[in-house]
């Protein structure tokens, strides 16, 4: 029988989803489990998305438009010149199947295969998926969670940089770590692409969600100093609660980057014409929901941080942004630990799904760290910590 491919054997396991065996047996003999491996928030969706699917009156679902429906595009317009990147315009944005295909895109269109992009780790571990997807080579550069997963020196990063360098690519508010970059942070980057004449690639998916009174800079702060090196993916993912709408974009003001990449856009043929018309009412989604779901984010962010730190051999920094974090634990091996919690150990018939942080890691072995995504409400919280902490207690026995 003819083999499956090497490539497809050697794509990376999701880090979010790896245990999910566990979970559904776990599931299956009636153990309810808290989902704090991934980011699928329990937020609601703006009642103006929702109210799209149940007043549709298309009697037919046509394509969509391949670089994405004019009346979306309009409205991601208003939304990025509301922040007051009046720089941008349509010809500029590219609408995707969700971030991922944002990733992907931005791979491709500035890599040939065997060349490289430099990245933070811990990083989002789909990042690898893509890469590979793309024959790109990541080439990771170490944080510490001992400052809170910030940027090293300027010198540790142009240390990485080869002949094959086409790119780095950066996530502020970042997902695993929940850091925010400071402003002279992504100085840093911008001075080094333009010393050096590659791209950068900012993720901010999670832009709105930064706590503590601080802002989040971004990449197109910088337009003015290289606005054709810039390239921003994001999401409607997270903001609004639409995981399932798999709305992202790509956007850049190099226009040899949008037409190459709408040329890929044309050969998939559109993200989905529901999801799109649903997403274009972000224009009537009232400030007041963006600021209560940060204002819930912010309350989950410091129930389960100061919880954590009352779990004895407990180690972690208080992410500044987004909804993550990663969290060293009193255990040798966190996989195993997170796989006892599915499989053995039982409290009040609930348990808790962690996402093992090797995962996030490609450079240095990392075996005792987790990520946690506080996306459930604080009742759930509280008890998934209670859990935590008795599963740890009863794992070193």
């Excluded at 895109?105 to 811990?122: H, Q, R, W, Y």
């Excluded at 634990?329 to 997170?338: G, M, Q, R, S, T």
Aim: with cysteine; net charge positive.
């Amino acid at each position: 029988m003819q083999k499956v491919s090497q490539r497809l054997q050697d794509l990376p396991i999701s880090a979010v989803r790896k245990l999910t065996p566990y979970a559904v047996a776990a599931k299956k003999r009636g153990v309810r489990v808290y989902h704090l491996n991934i980011g699928d928030p329990d937020i609601k969706t703006p009642r103006v998305m929702l109210n799209v699917l149940k007043n549709f009156k298309l009697e037919t679902i046509r394509y969509a438009q391949s670089s994405g429906e004019p009346e979306l595009i309009k409205a991601l317009l208003y939304y990025y010149h509301k922040l007051g990147f009046t720089k941008i315009n349509s010809e500029n944005i590219l609408v995707t199947v969700g971030g991922s295909e944002a990733v992907v895109m931005s791979f491709f269109a500035t890599c040939n295969p065997g060349d490289e992009v430099l990245i933070f780790e811990p990083f989002y571990s789909n990042y690898s998926v893509c890469a590979k997807f793309t024959g790109v080579k990541l080439i990771s550069i170490p944080t510490s969670i001992e400052n809170g997963f910030h940027l090293p020196d300027r010198k540790e990063i142009e240390k990485k940089i080869t002949k094959k360098t086409k790119g780095i690519l950066y996530c502020s508010p970042n997902n695993p770590t929940g850091a925010v970059y400071f402003r002279r942070e992504i100085q840093m980057l911008v001075d080094i692409v333009k010393k050096h004449k590659f791209f950068l690639i900012s993720d901010e998916v999670y832009r709105e969600f930064v706590f503590d009174g601080e802002r989040c800079t971004s990449v197109l702060d910088f337009l003015d100093q290289i606005p054709n090196q810039i390239i921003l993916l994001d999401s409607l993912s997270k903001r609004y609660s639409l995981c399932g709408g798999r709305i992202g974009i790509l956007m850049s003001l190099n226009k040899e980057i949008l037409s190459g990449v709408t040329k890929i856009a044309q050969g998939r043929l559109s993200a989905g014409l529901v999801d799109q018309i649903m997403a274009s009412k972000l224009i009537s989604v009232p400030a007041s929901y963006t600021k209560n779901v940060i204002k819930e984010y912010k309350t989950r962010r410091d129930l389960i941080y100061k919880g954590l730190l009352k779990i004895p051999g407990v180690f972690c920094k208080k992410p500044e942004g987004a909804f993550y974090m990663m969290v060293s634990l009193p255990v040798k091996n966190a996989e195993d630990f997170a796989i006892f919690l599915l499989e053995k150990f039982r409290l009040n018939n609930e348990t808790v799904m962690l996402a093992p942080g090797a995962g996030f890691y490609s450079s240095k072995v990392i075996s005792n760290e987790v990520r946690i995504a506080y996306v459930l409400n604080t009742n759930d919280l509280k008890k998934a910590l209670k859990i935590i902490d008795m599963g740890l207690k009863a794992y070193k026995e």
